[in-house]
């Protein structure tokens, strides 16, 4: 008989609406889900591509009373968090709409987190168990991804920029995760070619690190392989060929699949990505794109088998495994300059002096504590190294 110290949990709940307009079934959502007064939260990219006017419209017809929020940057500062907060509160809001990338739906779910919580947002950290504080309801939210990235339209977590430490903080929370997830491709479909591309490598991230982290989860491990095929078959399609609504709906797809998968953990490739986004504002995919190579030549050492099958899904044709785990990287390089992304950290204004200040900030971030191969800050510095020049 056990005691109970031996047993691990699983979930993954969400309900998804998948296709080609589905975007205009957010107000029957809504509805569904007892609102009635909607705060839209977007950013003004969304808003000059025109996304936005057909769900007000959407709203408009459902009768759905709405007030918007659309100062939110790509980077989410905790100030943004708090003043749609209140406009939430002023507004006498009973529902979070959400249009927009990663950051405006991780914005979004920490809105309903502020507007219904004391300050300060710190004290929800993930890292200090943030969560236990996190005891009154949430309004109900719907999220409609414009990027196929993040996946945060299915997490239970918002990354956020908190301002007395200049350091993105993880809150989590199982309340926080929307209430529905809509992915219609046709929102995808006006992003530039960079954004396609970077924030698609940032899905194939989520599904590798989810893959290879430390752990027992062997749901999130089937659905994180699914994510990185997907990826392999439709992300370069999706990147070239905008108007291809099946690739973006493929992508999009993995994005979901990313963040369902990594409720198991992440690892180091995230844990270089985040100062690298508060320190120097580069796109966080495009940091995961950049790092992720150098990570996987780390981790084959002691997850060779992990990282062939990693392999094998990105297309690399071998039965030998210790060939598939070293071609893996290559892979990724191979993807990355096909889809024109940049290839080294010292091209995006990083100079080597930089790097043992973001070593620092790295290993400071917990990501990479579930990483397969635990990792030292001398570790942290080497993979930077190793990605200042990557070709």
């Known amino acids: 008989m056990t005691d109970g110290s031996s047993l691990v949990s699983w979930s993954f709940p969400t309900r998804v609406l998948s296709g080609e307009g589905a975007a205009t079934q957010c107000a029957n959502e809504a509805h569904r889900l007892g609102g009635t007064r909607v ?3 977007s950013d003004r990219g969304v808003e000059a591509a025109g996304l936005l006017e057909a769900i007000r419209k ?10 918007s929020a659309v100062d939110i940057s790509s980077n989410p500062l905790e100030a943004e968090v708090l003043a749609a907060a209140r406009a939430f509160n002023d507004f006498e809001a009973n529902l979070v709409l959400a249009v927009g990338g990663g950051s405006v739906l991780d914005v979004a779910k920490l809105i309903r987190l502020a507007a219904t919580h ?3 947002l710190a004290q929800y950290d993930d890292a200090i168990g943030g969560s236990a504080r996190i005891v009154e309801p949430v309004p109900p939210m719907i999220a409609i991804p414009t990027t196929a990235g993040t996946g945060s339209e299915v997490g239970r977590s918002g990354v956020v920029t908190i301002e007395a430490t200049n350091a993105k903080t993880v809150i989590f929370a199982p309340v926080l995760l929307p209430d529905v997830a809509i992915l219609d491709p046709v929102m995808t479909a006006t992003m530039p070619a960079f954004m396609t591309a970077a924030t698609g490598m940032d899905a194939l991230a989520h599904c590798i690190e989810a893959y290879s982290a430390v752990g027992d989860h062997p749901m999130a491990d089937a659905i994180a392989l699914g994510g990185v095929r997907l990826c392999h078959q439709s992300l370069k399609t999706a990147t070239e060929a905008p108007a291809d609504l099946k690739a973006r709906t493929d992508m999009l797809k993995a994005a979901m699949m990313g963040a369902v998968a990594f409720q198991k953990g992440l690892g180091a ?3 270089l990505a985040h100062p690298l986004s508060t320190e120097f504002g580069l796109h966080h995919g495009l940091a995961n794109a950049i790092c992720l190579p150098a990570v996987l030549d780390f981790n084959r050492v002691v997850i060779p088998d992990r990282i062939a099958e990693i392999a094998r899904h990105l297309g690399v044709r ?4 210790s060939t598939l785990s070293f071609e893996c990287a290559g892979a990724v390089r191979a993807l990355r300059k096909s889809l024109s992304l940049p290839s080294d950290l010292r091209s995006q204004g990083i100079e080597e002096s930089d790097l043992p200040r973001l070593a620092g900030l790295a290993f400071k971030d917990v990501c990479h504590q579930l990483n397969p191969r635990p990792c030292t800050q001398d570790d942290l510095l080497a993979l930077y190294k190793a990605s200042l ?3």
């Open 389 to 391: 020049d990557d070709g």
């Open 58 to 67: 959407t709203l408009d017809e459902g009768g759905l009373a709405h007030t």
């Open 269 to 271: 490739c995230h844990s």
């Open 39 to 41: 705060l839209l939260v």
């Open 318 to 321: 071998s039965s030998d495994e």
């Open 118 to 120: 004391p300050e300060p």
